[in-house]
């Protein structure tokens, strides 16, 4: 069964970084896509940035670009998501999620992804 784990998360004030952690089991890091979704209060879920290990493709959000960057620890099996300048619109859950993906499905489309992490909240505050 694969499993998603996340770590990280908290709170910040405006300017400040953070760093999440996902952990996803073999087979989906090896050849899969893992990404990172967030949404806060009232709000759809979108998706963030991902990172596709085998090659260490990114891809980003327009609203994250400049200032997140996914990663990654073979070793660990483990992405990471770096988080600087962090503004008050940032404030969300955060959802890892990992699966393989057909040709041409975007990874930032949560609606591809069936496997999911539990979640964890970071709040930035002014």
């Known amino acids: 069964q694969v499993q998603v784990m996340e770590s990280g998360g908290g709170s910040v004030q405006s300017g400040g970084s953070l760093r999440l952690s996902c952990a996803s089991s073999?087979?989906?890091?090896?050849?899969?896509?893992l990404a990172w979704f967030r949404q806060a209060p009232g709000n759809e879920r979108e998706g963030v940035a991902a990172?596709?290990?085998?090659?260490?493709?990114?891809y980003y959000a327009d609203s994250v670009k400049g200032r997140f960057t996914a990663s990654k620890d073979n070793t660990k099996k483990t992405v990471y998501l770096q988080m600087d300048n962090l503004q008050p619109e940032d404030t969300a859950v955060y959802y890892c999620?990992?699966?393989?993906?057909?040709?041409?499905?975007?990874?930032?489309?949560?609606?591809?992804?069936?496997?999911w992490g539990q979640g964890t909240q970071v709040t930035v505050s002014s």
């Open positions: 999620a990992a699966d393989h993906l057909n040709s041409g499905a975007s990874p930032l489309v949560d609606r591809y992804f069936l496997f």
């Open positions: 073999e087979p989906i890091f090896a050849t899969g896509y």
């Open positions: 990172i596709r290990p085998r090659d260490d493709t990114t």
